[in-house]
């Protein structure tokens, strides 16, 4: 099972953009007292050159105050390139490593993940170039302008605080308002869009079966319902920011209507009234930016942390093996396992021995426990207890490059990615010998389908690729389980869709492994298929029932349909 352990990848990369933030940080000191050339500017107007008359210090005032705002939009723009960096480098480093800590954990179910973590991690990185995300290194500085508003007059400062606290109450009131909304919005969203990505997918089937019509009802419905939860939310939302724009706009003539009252009793000057005034701007711009941003930057500090739990992931003490060490029988040893959904076991106490050059066929009825069976073998789920051993080794213990070499796994579905015929075929591995993808192919017979194919192994899986037939992406799939002949091949029904030719070149595939002292694994309840293994089990019910050889258990239950064979014949 996996692991958790205290080496955050995520911690260590926010460590590395540590220097970055430094950066940001040094020049928000001197963006946020650049802030105020423009109260300073006004104030000295207001009080020096309307009373001197001087001309010539206006121009002086002018060309300063010009200088102080370009210097100010140089630094703007060199922090947000700054946290452009910081997000790149934070989605760059971290991509890789999330990703194959996400599959992990998706497989073992330790966190519900209901997106993909590269989705997560990149809306994390769009927060951290938000204009959001630089108000945070402004804030600190408006204490500063409420300071310089008491320099004025203390009540101005009074006025700032009660205003600021207020525009910030009534930003954080949104967020419960609306929370119980946004959860029932989510939970509705995740299940339209899944509706809606497998009525797409399937846009054939849908529209064979005459599903078309009711399907798009029903989605429409679902729309209708998303539709009338985010117009709750938006008018919630809508009348806050309403609220609070109106509220800051009355702030911003209440200071100059308190000024100008401290002005009529001399207390200050019209300049001082004028550029409080604007230091009341200062000290509420930060706040409406971050109300602006409040849910995006909640979401990115939630996306974080499942990201600092989802890096935490490894799959514990990790070997390598070469194929050249691997020698002796797959040996499995009383195996309990569940797929991580569930927690009642579906293999219960499975012990098998599939030595060197032998071929194993699994038969049984649905549900048997045979597909389960498929994916603990091939590592892709770990066992509660007992071990799955390839030789001297535990699967569950190599690394997953070394588990690529030495097992070759066609699971029932048999998904292909996209990208080229041949890249999926290696597997997506760099460097993969064009010899070993075509072999692959000869075992699968599949090779001579694809070399009709307008660009051959370079053909790609997709729309924008040649249409292939479900048997002909079947048997694809089959080439890569065959590919560079691993020691131990899995294969889960893999005579789906198969024409009797096609049983023959599978049947040659299965003896060739078998004289190359390959192990097999065959799960198909095709007597056919079956005569070239040496030993067939019987599943039902997450355990063995029957096992022998494989003529005498072809001549037990040939003829009969595995899942209405009598329960008394396999005991």
Known sequence: MAQFN???????DRRSARQLLFYVC????????????????????????????????????????????????????????????????????????????????????????????????????????????????????????????????????????????????????????????????ETKQRKGFALLDSVWDCADKVRGMGLNGPLVKHLENCRVDMMHTEAIIADRQGGIMVTIKTFRMFLQSAILALGALFVLTGEISAGAMIAGSILMGRVLGPIDVLTGHWTALRTAIRNWRVMQHLSSCDEGHQENAHREDVKGPLLVQGVVAHPPATLLPVLAQMTLKVPEGRALGVIGPAGAGKTVLAQVLSGAWHPTSGDVLLGQYKLHQLTEAARRNLVGYLSED?????????????????????????????????????????????????????????????????????????????????????????????????????????????????????????????????QIRDLGPANQMISKYGGVPIESQPKEAAE
Not at 6 to 12: L, Q
Not at 94 to 111: D, F, K, M, P, S
């Open 26 to 185: 040094f020049f928000s000191v001197f963006r946020n007292l650049l802030v105020l050339t423009g109260p300073l500017f006004m104030l000295l107007v207001y009080d020096q050159v309307l009373m001197s008359q001087s001309s010539s210090t206006l121009v002086a005032l002018t060309l300063i105050m010009t200088f102080l705002f370009l210097m100010m939009g140089v630094i703007d723009h060199v922090r947000g390139r700054l946290l452009h960096r910081v997000s790149q480098r934070v989605v760059a480093r971290n991509q890789n490593q999330i990703l194959r800590a996400g599959v992990l954990q998706r497989v073992e179910g330790h966190i519900d993940l209901k997106a993909n973590p590269v989705k997560i991690l990149d809306q994390i990185g769009h927060v951290v170039a938000s204009p959001g995300f630089l108000a945070l290194f402004d804030l600190p500085f408006v204490p500063l302008f409420i300071l310089a508003l008491a320099f004025f007059h203390p009540y101005l400062a009074l006025l700032a605080i009660v205003g600021a606290l207020i525009c910030l109450g009534l930003s954080l009131l949104g967020q419960p308002m609306t929370r119980r909304q946004r959860k029932a919005l």
């Open 6 to 12: 205290s080496n955050h990848v995520v911690m260590r």
């Open 414 to 542: 048999a998904p292909l990615f996209p990208g080229t015929i041949g890249d999926n075929i290696a597997g997506f591995v760099d460097g993969a010998k064009t010899g070993e993808i075509i072999d692959a192919t000869i075992m699968a017979g599949i090779y001579a389908d694809i070399a009709k194919l307008k660009d051959g192994f370079n053909s790609v899986i997709g729309a924008e690729g040649p249409y292939l037939t479900p048997g002909q992406k079947h048997r694809i799939a089959l080439s890569r389980a065959f590919f560079a002949m691993p020691e131990l091949v899995i294969l889960d029904e893999p005579d789906q869709f198969a024409q009797p030719q096609q049983i023959a070149v599978l049947r040659e595939a299965i003896n060739r492994l078998r004289e190359f002292g390959r192990r097999v694994v065959v799960i198909t309840n095709r007597s056919e298929v079956l005569s070239n293994c040496d030993m067939i089990v019987m599943m039902e019910g997450g």
